[in-house]
């Protein structure tokens, strides 16, 4: 549980310290205080977990030298502290200009407290409301959960009921969809001015069945509907198993993705995708996206309506898709591509699309290759939303056949001095030398790509044909050049002789 650090500000509790919020204003509203923390130790970010608020007499820290009362900031914005509270009393002076600044880039609210405040009673009064916050938030959720077991005993495992007992004493809109985005029931008025919904997934001995949210309005206490769907959820998925087994179809189905993710084969796989409908023999392509752990049904839902004949198989923090394919053909992978991406679209979440699976038999490399793109392309920061293995096919040929010192080596001779010469200034140079090769050493389109004027482009292609040893063109340099950025891009590590 936690507090509104915006709702701890007006409460009064340190006003004798007469707060003034110097820096990161505007992180001051959505900011959630977990605990209060006081301390003079400055390497206390590693001892830190994120959400507190902490206190500081601020004697050791403004004895530090500008760089490292910097240093200190960013690690404590690393570790997610909400806030941090500086006493300037009795120094004669205010914060130094270079920590408010590091503050507000780093997106932490720095108060200055300009008179004395005890901090053990600030800690006391502000960590009592929290305890007392999460106490009421449990006894909340015993009195749910007892609700829905007399329910369960003079009801049955009807999963309307149950839910009609959840909406009414949380004040929430309800719905259970079952793992392929299908409605199973609901319960509750949809409130007019929602929050994000809530939701988490119904399992049984470790296995999703169906995925429940709960959806508030403006005025609901997020952070108790959470503590209390933590505590029903497991209650509301054993009335469901025994209220709606899942068909035989689907369990196949289910059983069939989680053989593949696993790499197994044999008859059994013939098996499985004979009773899931799915032609052993037909091409496919294997994809994942990564979601939250509450699950986004929006996503599967969306996914299965671009393409209809697509197994979508909820698994943690994933999303396990396969797509049978008309034809092993460059169109045919391009459509499933593209339809994944529009499902993605506009969601904040992440995927890749593996190569091409002949049959249902090399299905497991494809979806690994799709995993191991994932991880490549978030290296890369590159824009899709889904990468495609194939845009990462030397990166991942590399991994697998190349060793740690081989990669290092070929990129240190071709790419050393750029490298490290983006690293100690924080520029884009490889990243322009990799668009410029990648659009066959277009200048106007790579221009476009990178958001630059061709002057602009020019002036960096230059400049990285200095370092290089100049202009790549009609020397035999380009294919090297190409690996080497492409292995940059997959995370390559150089030494730094700087």
């Given at each position: 549980m936690s507090l509104l650090l915006s709702e701890i500000l007006a409460s009064g509790v340190l006003a004798a310290g007469a707060p003034q919020v110097v820096a990161g204003e505007r992180a001051v509203d959505a900011a959630r205080v977990r605990w209060v923390h006081s301390s003079e130790v400055l390497e206390i970010a590693p001892l830190l977990s994120g959400g507190e608020l902490l206190l500081t007499g601020g004697v050791a820290l403004l004895a530090l030298k500008a760089a490292a009362q910097v240093e200190y900031v960013w690690s404590l914005a690393a570790r997610g502290v909400a806030a941090l509270a500086v006493e300037t009393a009795g120094s004669g002076r205010h914060l130094p200009a270079e920590l408010v600044a590091a503050a507000e880039e780093a997106g932490l609210p720095l108060l200055e407290l300009r008179q004395v405040v005890p901090f053990v009673e600030v800690a006391e009064e502000v960590n009592r409301r929290i305890v007392s916050?999460?106490?009421?938030?449990?006894?909340?959720?015993?009195?749910l959960s007892q609700?829905?077991?007399?329910?369960?005993?003079?009801?049955?495992?009807?999963?309307?009921?149950l839910l009609a007992v959840i909406a009414e004493t949380l004040g929430v809109h309800v719905r259970v969809l079952d793992t392929r985005g299908g409605l199973l029931g609901e319960a509750g008025q949809s409130p007019d001015d929602p929050l994000e919904p809530l939701g988490a997934e119904l399992s049984v001995s470790g296995i999703g069945v169906a995925h429940i949210e709960l959806l508030g309005g403006a005025g609901a206490d997020v952070e108790t509907l959470e503590t209390v769907l933590a505590r029903v959820r497991s209650i509301v998925a054993l009335a469901l198993v025994r209220h709606s087994r899942p068909s035989l179809t689907r369990l196949a189905e289910?059983?069939?993705?989680?053989?593949?993710?696993?790499?197994?084969?044999?008859?059994?796989?013939?098996?499985?995708?004979?009773?899931?409908?799915?032609d052993p023999e037909r091409p496919m392509v294997m994809a994942v996206v990564r979601r939250p752990a509450d699950g986004h049904v929006d996503t599967e839902q969306r996914?299965?309506?671009?393409?209809?004949?697509?197994?979508?198989?909820?698994?943690?923090?994933?999303?396990?898709?396969?797509?049978?394919?008309?034809?092993?053909?460059?169109?045919?992978?391009?459509?499933?591509?593209t339809a994944?991406?529009?499902?993605?679209?506009?969601t904040g979440l992440t995927g890749a699309l593996g190569p091409t699976a002949p049959t249902v038999r090399q299905a497991s490399f494809s979806l690994a290759e799709a995993r191991t793109t994932w991880r490549l392309g978030r290296s890369a920061r590159g824009a899709d939303a889904v990468h495609d293995a194939t845009d990462f096919l030397v990166e991942r040929m590399a991994e697998r056949s190349l060793s740690r010192g081989v990669v290092d080596a070929l990129v240190e001779e071709a790419l050393g001095e750029l490298v490290r010469l983006d690293q100690r200034s924080g520029g884009e140079l490889v990243r322009t030398l990799d668009v410029w090769i990648s659009t066959g050493c277009n200048a106007t389109?790579?221009?476009?790509?990178?958001f630059l004027e061709r002057q602009s482009l020019h002036k960096r292609l230059r400049r990285i044909f200095l370092v290089i040893g100049g202009d790549p063109r009609g020397r035999g340099q380009l294919a090297g050049l190409a690996l080497a950025v492409r292995l940059v891009r997959g995370g390559a590590q150089l030494r730094d002789d700087s």
């Open positions: 916050a999460q106490v009421a938030a449990l006894r909340v959720a015993d009195q609700a829905l077991t007399e329910r369960i005993a003079t009801s049955g495992a009807s999963l309307e009921p289910d059983e069939l993705v989680r053989l593949i993710g696993a790499g197994g084969g044999g008859e059994r796989l013939i098996e499985l995708s004979q009773a899931s409908g799915i996914t299965r309506r671009a393409l209809p004949s697509t197994l979508v198989v909820a698994r943690g923090d994933w999303l396990e898709i396969l797509t049978p394919l008309r034809a092993a053909t460059q169109a045919e992978r391009a459509r499933a591509l994944l991406r529009s499902a993605v679209a506009g389109e790579a221009a476009q790509i990178l």
